[in-house]
């Protein structure tokens, strides 16, 4: 996005991460503005910041995510279950809110939303917890587009397969590095995000289903079917 020419806002929990982002990007291209998102305060002071250094916001990316080792029914816990419904449902949400307002009265503007496959439909991996978030994820930004549609603001759900960044070491059984070599990686999603971000504001694209071309899960009833040959 910084190279595209925007000036970016990074927001997330941890200061360093965000720090060594923006020691990436040219000088001045992007701000750290660390923050929890599950926290309404917090989600409005980091809002009051970007647009007090950087101007009014015209997209926001909804990308922050987490899941649990022990994520299935046995063995999730209930506050486990209130965290992952936290950061991958009401982030989005209290963000979402937040940008509402300013985008309304400058008249329009764009929201992405990273939600996920699982959002889409039951998965054997991702955990009661993580699809029930992301399943009412694709919902938010459907009802956003009904109702905010009438003021130019457009909600686009980016919805990845497997995508090869560390919430897959929290998983039970973390993939080997080559299985994550053909999975899709973090520059994959972020043409997307900048493809639609380039995308005239009469065009919303409601969702985007993006899946590796490799599909392991797939990848065995494939290949029985192409030993049949």
């Given at each position: ?130 699809i029930a978030a992301k399943s009412g994820y694709v919902a938010l930004s459907a009802s956003l587009n009904a109702e905010n549609g009438i003021h130019n603001i457009r909600s686009t759900c980016i919805c990845p397969g ?13 993939p080997p590095p080559e299985e994550r070599a053909r999975m899709l990686q973090p520059e994959d999603i972020a043409q997307a995000v900048l493809f639609v971000a380039n995308l005239p504001d009469r065009v919303c694209i ?24």
């Amino acid at each position: 996005m910084a190279q595209a020419g925007w000036c970016v806002a990074l927001t997330g929990r941890r200061a360093a991460p965000l720090e060594e982002t923006a020691a990436l990007l040219p000088a001045g291209a992007a701000l750290a503005v660390p923050a929890d998102l599950t926290d309404e305060g917090a989600v409005k002071a980091a809002l009051a910041r970007v647009e007090a250094e950087l101007g009014p916001v015209g997209l926001l990316v909804n990308n922050a995510g987490s899941n649990v080792p022990r994520r299935h029914w046995h063995q999730l816990s209930g506050g486990d279950a209130r965290a992952l419904v936290d950061v991958n449902l009401t982030a989005p949400f209290l963000t979402s809110l937040a940008v509402l307002p300013g985008m309304k009265g400058r008249g329009g503007g764009l929201i992405v939303q990273i939600a996920s496959v699982a959002g889409k439909g039951s998965s054997a991996v991702s955990g009661p917890g993580y699809i029930a978030a992301k399943s009412g994820y694709v919902a938010l930004s459907a009802s956003l587009n009904a109702e905010n549609g009438i003021h130019n603001i457009r909600s686009t759900c980016i919805c990845p397969g497997e995508v090869a960044t560390p919430i897959l070491d929290l998983r039970p059984e973390p993939p080997p590095p080559e299985e994550r070599a053909r999975m899709l990686q973090p520059e994959d999603i972020a043409q997307a995000v900048l493809f639609v971000a380039n995308l005239p504001d009469r065009v919303c694209i409601s969702e985007i289903v993006v899946s590796p071309t490799w599909n392991r899960f797939q990848a065995p009833a494939a290949q029985a079917v192409a030993a049949m040959a």
